[in-house]
């Protein structure tokens, strides 16, 4: 019996990893990788490797036992089929017998087209059979902060966010929040609404970048047709452009405020400041 992420050479599976492996013994944690020598690193840590990619069925075959709580990382392959990715893995989850598959999904409040492929697979992991756990996970922190060189430069963030606000938080945060539901019990078939302890403006972002780098930095609100074109000229494949771009509208309406205190809760600790993702942004 494991404990097995996928995606755990991605930003959030790195996390997740690591954090297991401090709190459950290392043979107990396996790690799912297109490339084991990417994850040389989570090896030498003593976590298993398994090697699988959403796109090869046959990859998964045997590779969970029954018994195992399984942490299923959305992939980042939007012109794939995600959901038919991830259908493949909840597929080979119900057939070996698993305990638990966790699943980051999207909050509910979100409808932004981003959302779509994540409803859907919630859709397929809920009618499996297979307990779950929905990790509908808001947005990181690090959207933004690791994206602050032309924001430095131009002296602006520029979103089409209007005055909408968001609850974002660490993905460490997020990796915390996975940890605790596949340690813990009685998370089965449960849902959690996941966000930063406090929701913040663009405005407000830009005075906190302001004040951590003493330039001044402006919030420049544009049109969302306008924020498209910015992405796509940016160098953005067009149809990716239009998804930001729709989380922008999305944010402006309010979508991504989520104010449950599910990530705190289970956490066990409030959530990272977006001041704090600045701070350490700006170290490098
Ligand atoms: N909440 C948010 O703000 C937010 C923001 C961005 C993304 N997301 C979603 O959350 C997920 C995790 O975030 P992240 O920051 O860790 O993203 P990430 O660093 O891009 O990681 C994505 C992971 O998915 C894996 N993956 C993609 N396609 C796969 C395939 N065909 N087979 C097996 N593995 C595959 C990647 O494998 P490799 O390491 O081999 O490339 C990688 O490990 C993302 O994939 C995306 O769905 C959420």
Redesign the pocket.
Same mark, same amino acid.
């Given at each position: 019996m494991s404990i097995v992420v #996928? *995606? $755990? #050479? *991605?930003?959030? *599976?790195r996390l997740v990893v690591r954090q297991l492996l401090e709190k459950v013994p290392a043979d107990q944690v396996t790690a799912v990788?297109?490339?084991r020598d990417?994850a040389a690193d989570l090896a030498a840590l003593g976590a298993r490797l398994a090697v $699988?990619?959403?796109?090869a069925p046959e990859t998964f075959d045997g590779l969970f036992a029954a018994g195992d709580r399984v942490l299923l990382?959305? *992939?980042?392959?939007f012109d794939?089929g995600r959901v038919q990715?991830h259908t493949v893995v909840i597929e080979a989850a119900g057939k070996a017998g698993v305990a638990l598959l966790a699943y980051?999904s $999207?909050p509910e409040s979100l409808k932004a087209a981003l959302a779509d492929d994540h409803r859907a697979t919630e859709e397929v992991l809920v009618g499996s059979g297979v307990p779950y756990a929905l990790l509908r996970?808001?947005?990181?922190h690090e959207?933004y902060t690791e994206q602050l060189a032309p924001v430095l430069e131009h002296g602006a963030v520029v979103q089409a966010a209007g005055e909408g606000r968001v609850s974002s938080a660490s993905?460490a945060d997020y990796a915390a929040a996975a940890v605790a539901v596949l340690t813990g019990e009685g998370h089965e078939n449960k849902a959690y609404e996941l966000g930063g302890d406090e929701a913040w403006s663009f405005a407000e972002y830009a005075a906190e970048l302001s004040r951590q780098t003493g330039k001044e930095i402006v919030y420049k609100p544009v049109s969302t047709e306008a924020y498209t074109g910015i992405l796509a000229g940016a160098g953005l494949p067009a149809p990716l452009a239009e998804i930001l771009a729709g989380v922008d509208a999305s944010i402006a309406k309010g979508e991504l405020v989520v104010s449950t205190g599910d990530l705190s809760r289970l956490a066990g600790r409030p959530t990272t400041p977006l001041a704090e993702a600045v701070a350490a942004a700006l170290k490098g």
């Open positions: #996928t *995606g $755990a #050479t *991605g930003h959030l *599976g990788v297109r490339d990417r $699988a990619d959403y796109n990382i959305s *992939g980042n392959e794939k990715q980051t $999207a996970n808001g947005w990181y959207n993905r």
